[in-house]
């Protein structure tokens, strides 16, 4: 009783922080670009703070200890890129959809086609995190009732608590999870090194090998290869430049100035949150070791080391980071719409809400028949953003890159990173080929195209 109470508690203080309804379409969809740093820092960590990785971050934990903080490392050399690469420039930009910069740099063809690219990788990123929240409540959920039915009713509740006030909604939910998070994730860790200090503690179920991140030796370790996780980290550092989520959040920053600091502070706290959920499901195997299933450390965590009360408590703290993440990316879908393709009639405040309804029902579909292994689909799902990856930095860095050059990246960062899916596959280790190769293809194809095409005007 007292774990409902809790759940119920903190969820209708995250329902009342967010229940603002939105007086303009300017607030609904960029929180009249006067975001401060505390606020734009808080709602910049939850918004990457997502059950999806977090379930995806923790099974890995348990299954190879310690190195996998490797994982958590990806986000922080991603989201340093971005910060030095277009944290300012996206400001500067402060426009409602990162999508419009192909527009205004190329054309509008170049423009509407990143949109498609970006909406397709969203749909495809928020049916993980459908399909994560579900995962995550499973264990509470009754037997009678079939996952399907738990994450569409998940779904429903996240879309109740964007529909008021869109991104001003978002963001002052983001503030409190974010506080809440700050609490729960350190308690998990310090909980998790006592209980498996009465068990051996780590070394007793992990090799040596696995108690310390060391890429060279771990380069091809069959726990987790570091190959893979380079590759992991060229990908991130080049798809999130282009992360709709993010830049709507930019353009509602206060300065360029805080918009800077914030995604710089972001990096360090993100990696600092998953890194301790990672540790803390390593010393879970300690105490745990027979997990029928690894994305369930997680839960298994709070139901077996959380009194009651904090129990209820640790679940709404996990049900806000996908609330907040998932409704952050469904309102920047809708502004992207709005944006790209519909015009003023979309920006409305009411159009945006019905394209919200859309999109929740698209990633439930998604969920339901799409998704089987989160870590996987997470980072195929990113195929479409990487191809955008050259026209997105030549178009604020590189004055002679041109419209035909940006067109030829696009074909062949989607072409490369879908050839390299269906020939060599996720067995295969696609990711590299596709990573490591396949962006500098994308920025050479570019770069040749744009200098035999470019004329004296544009150099």
């Known amino acids: 009783m007292l774990d409902i109470i809790a759940f119920l508690a903190l969820l209708l203080l995250l329902a009342g922080a967010g229940w603002r309804r939105a007086s303009s379409a300017a607030s609904f969809t960029v929180a009249s670009r006067d975001l401060s740093l ?66 205004v740099r190329y054309s509008k063809g170049v423009g509407r086609t990143a949109s498609l690219l970006l909406l397709l990788a969203m749909t495809g990123f928020t049916a993980t995190y459908v399909k994560s929240l579900a995962l995550l409540f499973t264990p509470l ?45 350190p308690l998990l860790l310090v909980l998790g090194m006592k209980q498996s200090a009465l068990s051996g503690g780590l070394a007793s179920v992990f090799p040596s090998s696995q108690l310390a991140l060391n890429p060279i030796a771990q380069w091809s370790s069959t726990a987790l290869p570091m ?14 430049i282009a ?7 930019i353009f509602a920053a206060r300065s360029t100035t805080v ?4 995604v710089g502070i972001s990096a360090v706290l993100v990696f600092l949150l998953y890194g301790a959920v990672v540790l803390a499901a390593a010393h879970l195997r300690a105490s745990q070791p027979l997990l029928a299933d690894a994305q369930l450390a997680v839960p298994t965590m709070v139901l077996v080391w959380l009194p009651t009360g904090l129990r209820g408590f640790a679940y709404a703290v996990l049900f806000g980071a996908a609330l907040t993440t998932l409704a952050g990316v469904w309102s920047a879908m809708a502004t ?28 439930w579909l998604g969920a339901t028949f799409l998704v089987d292994q989160i870590l996987d689909r997470l980072i195929l799902a990113n ?30 960062g989607v072409a490369w990173g879908v050839g390299c899916y269906v020939v060599v596959g996720e067995v295969g280790g696609y990711t590299w080929p596709w990573a490591m190769y396949g962006i500098p293809l994308i920025f050479a194809t570019g770069i040749i195209t744009s200098l035999f095409t470019s004329s004296g005007a544009e150099s």
């Open 243 to 249: 992360a709709p989520w993010y830049g709507q959040k």
């Open 141 to 185: 959920a009754p037997a009678w009732l079939p996952v399907p039915a738990l994450s569409g009713l998940l779904s429903v509740v996240v879309l109740l608590s964007v529909l008021p006030g869109g991104l001003v909604s978002i963001v002052r939910a983001d503030v409190v999870a974010f506080l809440a998070t700050i609490v729960l994730l």
């Open 38 to 103: 505390f606020p734009l820092v808080a709602t910049l960590v939850m918004t990457e703070f997502n059950t999806s990785t977090l379930l995806a971050f923790a099974a890995a934990g348990y299954g190879a200890g310690p190195m996998a903080l490797a994982l958590p490392a990806v986000f922080l050399v991603g989201l340093l890129f971005y910060t030095v690469t277009v944290a300012r420039a996206w400001k500067r930009f402060d426009r409602l959809s990162v999508a419009e910069l192909f527009t």
């Open 259 to 262: 918009a800077f600091r914030a």
């Open 336 to 363: 992207m719409i709005a944006a790209d393709f519909g015009g003023p009639q979309l920006a409305t405040v009411s159009s945006q809400r019905m394209l919200l309804v859309l999109f929740a029902i698209s990633s």
């Open 227 to 240: 190959r893979f996780v380079s590759t992991l980290m060229v990908i991130t550092c080049f798809t999130y």
């Open 383 to 412: 195929i479409p953003v990487a191809a955008l990856s050259f026209a997105l930095l030549a178009g604020f860095h590189w004055k002679r890159a041109t419209t035909a050059g940006a067109w030829a990246s696009m074909i062949v």
